[in-house]
């Protein structure tokens, strides 16, 4: 074959139509259906780190524990403290656990989740222990004072004694109190409810007290449920200005206040509470 011989017209318009049709027009657009476009899948996302869970320490089981138990491992939290009060009731230690969740609600900031917990436990292993004080001769003795006219005087005693009786069973013999009414110069003429002051202090020719409330009888029915409600204020004011402890919530509208004084004030709020009013008064400047 002669390979030097260029080709002829015919020839070289052969070749341009064959060498066009195999290269892509640019006025047209590849059929997405013809050609597929891949598109890589998302990369999976990272798989969860796991918070390491923190070491339990219990502490020396064998030494007695106190009321400030635990008090020194508030600063690791609520769910910490819950985990430690889960641990000991799993050992049977159930009145350190107590002290644990009291911890919970008296020394850390839990959430409303874990508020409830500690308060559920709290009420599930108090009424299945001793009291943490069985002797009287100990227990710091408070007063609880009641300021009313003389109509009122003999329906109010009774009824503040037994409260008192009362305060005394919710700090688990801690606390001893004394019940007193004051009774004050009232007109024969007055007429409508009868006001009732209240007050808690210590025992001391010039005692601390407390802040003063007071609150109206509409019926005596409901006497004993206004100084429950009363004294429960009183002494959530008082730990709250006077102590480091984390303040009890306010009664909720069916709470019973004797259930709020009995569990969501800890052992150790009451002997810190009463511990204030033995001492001298602050001086106002």
Known sequence: M???????PTELQAIRVRVESSL???????DAISVPVLIPPPAPPPPPVEKPKPVIELGDLKAPPTLQSYAEQ??????YLIALANVLEQK??????????????????????????????IKRLRPTLPDWNAKPATSIVIALHAGTGKKLAKTLTPVLEA????????????VKVKATVDIGKTSSATKGPTPVALWLAGTDKKPSSTEVLSFTVDAPDAL????????????????????????????????????????????LGWSDFATSLTLPPKKTP
């Open 163 to 174: 409260v008192a009786r009362d305060l005394e069973k919710a700090s688990s013999g801690i």
């Open 74 to 79: 508030s600063p690791k939290g609520s769910e």
């Open 224 to 267: 004993r449920q206004d100084i429950l409600k009363t004294v429960y204020l009183l002494v959530r004011s008082h730990l709250s200005r006077s102590t480091a402890h984390t303040p009890p919530p306010g009664l909720s509208a069916h709470e019973d206040p004797q259930d709020a004084l009995h569990y969501r004030i800890t052992r």
């Open 92 to 121: 049977g230690e159930f009145q350190r656990a107590l002290l644990a969740w009291e911890r919970v609600i008296d020394s850390t900031k839990p959430d409303e989740s874990q508020a409830g917990v500690a308060l559920a436990a």
């Open 24 to 30: 892509p027009r640019a006025d047209q657009v590849d």
């Open 2 to 8: 002669d390979f030097l011989k260029p080709p002829t």
